[in-house]
């Protein structure tokens, strides 16, 4: 069985969390880091998503092209 879990990108992580289990009885499955800079796994009945702080998602979305571009920066420092 195929299950997608989408995952999303908040600047108040940790009060989402709170907000989904309040608001929809979600139920917090994993949680990993402290404050605000945190990612959780929470789900409402059978259906799984993830709570990340928007701090930690800007590498996970850094276009390819501009790491490279980067890398090759530090290459020549």
Do not use: C
Not at 43 to 59: L, M, R
């Amino acid at each position: 069985m195929v299950s997608i879990q989408p995952e999303l990108w908040l600047e108040h992580a940790n009060e989402a969390v709170a907000f989904y289990e309040a608001a929809f009885g979600a139920k917090l499955l994993h949680r990993v880091g402290e404050g605000e800079d945190i990612v959780a796994q929470l789900a409402i009945g059978g259906a799984a998503f993830w709570v990340a702080s928007a701090s930690s998602a800007d590498e996970a979305v850094q276009p390819a092209h501009d790491r490279r571009r980067d890398e090759s920066d530090i290459a020549r420092r």
